[in-house]
């Protein structure tokens, strides 16, 4: 094959189900991820709880007493309630107090918003915490349930990073709190009984990067989408490998959409050299895979 690739073109999102035409409406999984949300402030009410996700908190926190002793990763603070102090430039401001049981310790976080602006707000963050209410909404709501992931990014329960499988039936065992990416940590065992877990974000909050449950789980079984796809190239699918012969729907569906696309032709046929961040490359010859490095 003699190479006369014409540039870099931009790459089109590839949809799952790109064959299938363009979908306007809202999906079950999209609606079922605007209730992942955290609770506005007007909500908040004594006993709150929220995780601590970096000991860096103690940047944000101040000790009421001189013997506070500042949170650890892992660790519960409880909102206590709030007051109104003045800050250097005379502004009344609110200060959220909190205390934690392992210690006892009070403490303090200053908003630098006066209460008019603080309870006119849809949000507000303490940094380096997760709302446990967050956690418990969407606890009940997965908990028992029979989905199918779509990623092979999965974790052990100790958070270690493992080869997973995408598009195979897992329950959802239990969700904990995540980390400071993201807030939820979703723990399901697969088809062959194994234990695992995927990390996952929720529908409001600024400091998540996104990763909603509509990205990583599907309520119906995706093979039922491509009927056309063999048993052989499915199973290439689930596993993320590429295979020669397969159409670019099959290996975007395998390995995900490419970061560029290089678009030529020779004296008989059309070709295209997909490039990934990571270095795996994918040669088609009129629409199929002939030659890839992964």
């Known amino acids: 094959m003699q190479s006369c690739f014409t540039g870099v073109e931009s790459t089109p999102k ?9 979908k306007n409406s809202t999906s079950a999984e999209e609606e079922m991820a605007a209730t992942f949300k955290v609770e506005p402030f007007s909500r908040w009410e004594n006993g709150k709880a929220f995780y601590v996700t970096s000991p860096r908190i103690s940047l944000a926190l101040t000790g009421i ?3 506070t002793v500042m949170p650890a990763s892992g660790d519960t603070i409880i909102y206590t309630g709030r007051r109104t102090v003045t800050d250097l430039t005379g502004d009344e401001i609110v200060e959220l107090q909190f205390t934690m ?7 303090a976080y200053r908003t630098n918003s006066t209460v008019s602006t603080l309870t006119g707000r849809n949000l507000l963050e303490v940094p380096f915490t997760i709302d446990l209410a967050l ?11 029979e989905l199918f992931v779509k990623t092979n990014l999965w974790f052990t329960p100790a958070g270690n990073s493992v080869n997973g499988r995408k598009f195979v039936k897992v ?12 807030p ?26 996104p990763r909603e449950f509509q990205s990583l789980f599907s309520f119906t079984n995706p093979r039922q989408n491509y ?6 190239i499915w199973h290439n699918i689930i596993n993320s490998k590429v295979a020669k012969g397969m159409t670019k729907l099959e290996a975007t569906l395998a390995i995900g959409s490419p970061s560029s696309i290089d678009r030529g032709h020779d ?28």
């Open 14 to 22: 590839i949809d799952y189900k790109e064959d299938k035409g363009q």
């Open 65 to 67: 007493s001189p013997q």
């Open 101 to 107: 049981p392992r210690t006892g310790s009070e403490l």
């Open 135 to 145: 956690v418990d909404n969407v606890r009940q709501t997965l908990k028992g349930k």
């Open 171 to 182: 329950a959802v065992t239990d969700v904990i709190p995540g980390n400071e990416v993201y």
């Open 184 to 209: 939820l940590k979703v723990i399901f065992t697969d088809d062959k009984d194994v234990s695992r877990a995927l990390y996952m974000s929720a529908a409001t909050g600024s400091r998540w990067t």
């Open 227 to 232: 009927p056309q796809i063999t048993d052989a």
């Open 267 to 294: 004296h008989s046929s059309a070709y295209e050299r997909w490039g990934y961040s990571d270095g795996i490359y994918l040669i088609f010859e009129d629409g199929l895979l002939t030659r890839h490095n992964q």
